[in-house]
C-alpha cells in the first residue's frame, strides 16, 4: 500500500508565495519521476512541474520562471512564488512508484486547495 498525502496550501494575496509539499509512504522500493497537477473549477487538470529521479525537471509555460519542484528522499516539493489569481487550483501530488515486486504503479495524492486573491 502507498500514500501520497499533500500539504501546504491555502490563501495568499497576490503576489506571495506558498511551498507545497508531498510525502509518499508505504512499499515503496524506488520513485521514479514525482509530478505536481493542478485543476481549477470547470478547467481540465494540468501537468504543473516534473522532476525525474535523476533531478530532471520540467514545467508548463504558464509557471516558469515563479514555481520551482524539488525532492528530498520520498519528498516533493513545488516553491510557488509570485502567485497569480489564475494559479488558484486544487494541486495534486503524482508519482511513479516501484513496489517491493518490481511493479511500476503510478499514484495520486487527494490534493490541496491553493486561493491566491487579488
Known amino acids: 500500500q502507498v500514500q501520497l498525502v499533500e500539504s501546504g496550501g491555502g490563501l495568499v494575496q497576490a503576489g506571495g508565495s506558498l511551498r507545497l509539499s508531498c510525502v509518499a509512504s508505504?512499499?515503496?522500493?524506488?520513485?521514479?519521476?514525482m509530478r505536481w497537477y493542478r485543476q481549477a473549477p470547470g478547467k481540465q487538470r494540468e501537468l504543473v512541474a516534473t522532476?525525474?529521479?535523476?533531478?530532471t525537471t520540467n514545467y508548463a509555460d504558464s509557471v516558469k520562471g515563479r514555481f520551482t519542484i524539488s525532492r528530498d528522499k520520498n519528498t516533493v516539493y513545488l516553491q510557488m512564488n509570485s502567485l497569480k489569481p489564475e494559479d488558484t487550483a486544487v494541486y495534486y501530488c503524482?508519482?511513479?512508484?516501484?513496489?517491493?515486486?518490481?511493479?511500476?504503479?503510478?499514484?495520486w495524492g487527494q490534493g490541496t486547495q491553493v486561493t491566491v486573491s487579488s
Open positions: 503524482n508519482a511513479d512508484i516501484v513496489g517491493y515486486s518490481r511493479l511500476t504503479r503510478n499514484y
Open positions: 508505504g512499499s515503496i522500493f524506488a520513485i521514479n519521476a
Open positions: 522532476i525525474t529521479s535523476g533531478g
